[in-house]
């Protein structure tokens, strides 16, 4: 059997490669209703690759030009990898292999630094050198126990907009507000336009609410109700919050005592949270939240492990030397000196020796290398070692990207 790979252009590819993803996902519907040339506003061009085997598509992988944060606050070069799909009667003959493969070398020669995705199980990335570097938590708050300490401050204005304002609204929020916890990511143009089509094709209410002023605003949530069929009467009225966007204290606040403040509602399910996010300080009864999921959140891959290293930010003042190696991109597999004063290759010996995929569990601090050292990603003989790459890799907030692709 023979493959090829290459680029997918036109609207019918791009169509055929967007259903071929849906067919694979079984659970998602083809894409109905779309407008003459709207797949090419949900696509960046250039980048959706399709494999094909006697002239027919029958594999696609895909990516978004982005950026993402680094502890520190470096932003780098990032694909944003999504909509990996092989037709089931073509699994497992080695074709996401080939897509993933090219797809690497393709992001490699862009010189982008990092490539993330969300995965859809955890045992499909790791072989390609993709390690989990972030986690999210689902959190449930029952709002009738959800008083807040007298401390907590008030928050600035929140106030509903129309949906069809969002659309242009929350990517200049977002944009202008970017956080600077690492893990953050930028969100294409591409992404904005496919939430606005789930979202407009997805029946039932939704709403917007957004934090400060009117052309000044910091934040924003996007909620509906959920479990709608007797919400007259119910006594369990709940609403998701599906994307919040709170990235300082006071927009944090704000945007939450207007959530647990709306009438009617008896629980609010934050979708997505940062595993170290302050809900539970701000109650007076702190058992009026429950965290329902954790889940593993950005999968990261290293594409260009020297400039990784060398543009995040370490703490404190040990040194260590670790030896990276990269079967699928062998210009990374090399040796490292990291302290607090950044990272540089060196010619010594190595304390502590790791793959790629582990390495990119610890760049953004999502990990520990004793953690990895214990499930045999990290081989070393040296604890002291171990400890001392932990503090130089410790994060003070932990990485999140607060976003599903
Ligand atoms: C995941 C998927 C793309 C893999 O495609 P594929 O062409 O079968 O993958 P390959 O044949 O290249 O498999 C490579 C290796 O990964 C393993 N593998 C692939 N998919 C796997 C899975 N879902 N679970 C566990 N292992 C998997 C294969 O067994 C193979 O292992 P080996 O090298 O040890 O033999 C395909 O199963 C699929 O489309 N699944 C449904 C859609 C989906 O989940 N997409 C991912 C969205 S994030």
């Known amino acids: 059997m023979t493959t090829e790979i290459r680029v997918l252009n036109g609207e019918d590819e791009l169509i055929g490669a967007a259903n071929l993803f849906r067919t694979a996902m079984i659970g998602f519907p083809p ?79 862009r010189g982008e630094v990092v490539a993330t995705l969300r995965a859809s199980e955890a045992t499909i990335y790791g072989r390609y050198g993709y390690g989990v570097a972030s986690s999210s938590q689902t959190v ?30 929350l990517p200049r929020i977002y944009d202008e507000n970017r956080s600077s916890r690492p893990g953050t990511i930028d969100r294409p143009e591409v992404w904005w336009q496919g939430l606005r089509l789930r979202t407009e094709s997805t029946p039932g209410a939704s709403y917007v609410a957004v934090h400060g002023k009117p052309g000044s605003e910091s934040g924003f949530a996007r909620y509906r109700p959920i479990d709608t069929q007797r919400w007259f009467v119910s006594d369990q009225r709940t609403i998701v919050v599906e994307d919040f966007f709170a990235p300082t204290m006071e927009t944090y606040i704000g945007l939450l005592r207007f959530l ?19 809900l539970p300080w701000l109650l007076v009864d702190r058992r009026a939240v429950r965290v329902t999921a954790v889940h593993d959140e950005t999968w990261l891959r290293i594409v260009d492990v020297q400039k990784a290293l060398s543009a995040r930010r370490y ?9 990276v190696k990269d079967q699928l991109l062998p210009n990374n597999s090399a040796t490292f000196g990291i302290n607090g004063v950044g990272a540089e290759p060196a010619e010594r010996r190595a304390e502590l020796n790791v793959d790629i995929e582990g390495l990119a569990a610890v760049l953004l601090g999502g990990a520990t290398w004793h953690s990895l050292a214990a499930g045999g990603l990290v081989r070393t003989d040296d604890q002291t070692a171990l400890s001392v790459a932990d503090r130089l890799f410790a994060v003070p907030n932990a990485p999140y990207a607060g976003f599903f692709f």
Do not use: C, Y
Not at 260 to 278: A, Q
Not at 315 to 323: P, R
């Open 315 to 323: 703490e404190g003042d040990g040194t260590v030397t670790i030896a």
């Open 31 to 109: 894409l109905s209703n779309l407008a003459p040339g709207q797949i090419t506003t949900l696509l960046e061009p250039g980048r959706t690759i399709g494999a094909f085997v006697d002239g027919r598509l029958v594999g696609t992988a895909d990516a978004v030009t982005s950026g993402l944060t680094l502890p520190g606050g470096a932003v780098v070069g990032h694909a944003a990898v999504t909509h990996i799909g092989v037709l089931p009667s073509f699994t497992r003959k080695g074709i996401a292999t080939q897509l993933m493969q090219h797809q690497l070398r393709d992001i490699a020669a």
């Open 260 to 278: 647990l403040g709306l009438d009617l509602i008896d629980r609010v399910t934050f979708w997505m949270l940062p595993v170290d996010d302050p």
């Open 140 to 169: 449930e708050v029952q709002t009738a126990r959800a008083a807040l300490r007298a401390d907590v401050g008030t928050g600035g204005p929140v106030r509903l907009i129309d949906t069809a304002e969002a659309w242009d609204l």
